[in-house]
């Protein structure tokens, strides 16, 4: 199977890698999935207490160059939203921007 | 705070000369042809292109003479006689031949049948199939090394047993069985002995006799032969193994196996077989060394690697190593200009990853971290210091990546943690 020129651009330059502080009041952390399954995910987000937009959006990925490619996606989309918004972003969205099932 | 990584621009060491990209290091998948085995083999389309089995004409004869060479070129490599040799499409039906013909033709004298949970999906799915129909399998499980616990084998024999399947390599981590001991085993009880030699034969010595062996599958493609041609070694004398055939038919080799003979494969074959006798001593030294060179390429700049399987009982080419805290899926992609394998369940059809590893006790996520090296004759130092560089550079990129790379590094132990699943 080969990737779609999406996946292969965001795994060769992923968006937004790294950490936010995790004890910072204003991050959030979501880690899913387990080493033995061959994926797990670290999302972060900073939200902006007043205004709910989350500022900043950082991750990391274990797991197939798909996993990576989904991962660094959803950190763009979310950025810049607010909570209620990014709650909104479907799966299927993420798998039809990035081609997941040709 | 954000803490930022610089994973661009992506370092590529730099292709040096006399390096042609991709490089192929899957050797244990298959074999690139060796040129003079191709060059044997042509006449055998056009100019000799009868039916070995004609005997009155000169075009059988011209076919079924260069039929009987291979059959005694691939006996030799062997130490097998000519009459022991039965050609057939390749190891997979050599394996089903050896299984399944014994089973049926040992049915009065037993049932049960003993393997081992690392080999091929050929024997593992045979015997599964003989289960159906009444057959009783033992699958032997493996130490950490990979390899057999005599022991555990002499306990699972019984007064039923009829056949042992052993291979002699693993086609995933090299891993040689101690053939000789079982071979003694099993002729001190009666019992027949198989063994899948796919990965083995013209690579390392295999003698059936020293290794008192019964049957063993051989394939073409694995030593730099055609791909669909393989054979069985079938014993004659002590003792006299007999099969059932599974291909009827006209009768050919000594009514085993039924079917026009593929001439120029078989020619192909017997070409492979005296190249790899001939460069066998010289070709296993470089082998050796070229696997310690990319090891130590690999393991001098990267900590948390392991290897899987011995690394004193293994065949020459084969290196098989896990990249903790890096998915191997997401590795071979970053190292797209080579070609390798992984255990990762990614890059295979099941869901599960490499059920090879999870027998040596390795754990899924070191499992899922697999990449497999086979090293093969064709293989340059200047590929093998390319590929450790541009493996340390990729490992190195993806553990940046990696959460769980990270929580390792903070002190956290990941067996503790409470996973998660979607």
Redesign the interface.
Known sequence: MA?SDKV?DH????RN?????KN?AEVGTG????????????LQI?VNPQTNIIE?A?F??????S??ASSSLATEWVKGKTVDEALAIKNTEIVKELSLLR | ?????K??P?MQPVVPDGVRLPIYMDNHATTPMDPRVLEEMLPYFMEKFGNAASRNHSFGWAAEEGVETARERVAKLVGASTKEIIFTSGATESDNLAIKGVAEMYREKGNHIITAVTEHKAVLDTCKRLEKYGYRVTYLPVQTDGLVDLDELKRAMDDKTILVTLMWANNEIGVLQPIEEIGKLCHERGVVFHSDATQAVGKIPVDVNKANVDLISISAHKMYGPKGVGALYVRRKNPRVQLAAIIDGGGHERGMRSGTLNVPSIVGLGKACQICMEDMPQESKRLTALRTRLKDGIMNHLDEVYINGSMEHRLPGNLNISFA???G??LL??INDIAVSSG???TSATLE?SYVLKALGT???LA?SSIRFGLGRFNTEAEVDYVAARLVETVSRLR???????MAKEGID?KSVK????
Not at chain 2, 1 to 5: A, F, I, L, N, R
Not at chain 2, 419 to 422: F, R, T
């Open positions: 990737y292969i795994y060769n330059h992923p890698v790294g950490s936010l502080d910072s880690l899913v999935g387990a080493p033995e399954c061959g994926d797990v995910m670290k900073k900043d950082k990391k990925t274990f797991g197939c160059g996993a990576i | 705070m954000s803490t930022e990584v994973t661009l992506q805290y890096v998915e899926e997401s992609m970053g990762s369940a990614c990853p754990g899924d996520e899922h940046e990546l990696s959460p769980l790379y990270e990941l996973w998660a699943a979607e």
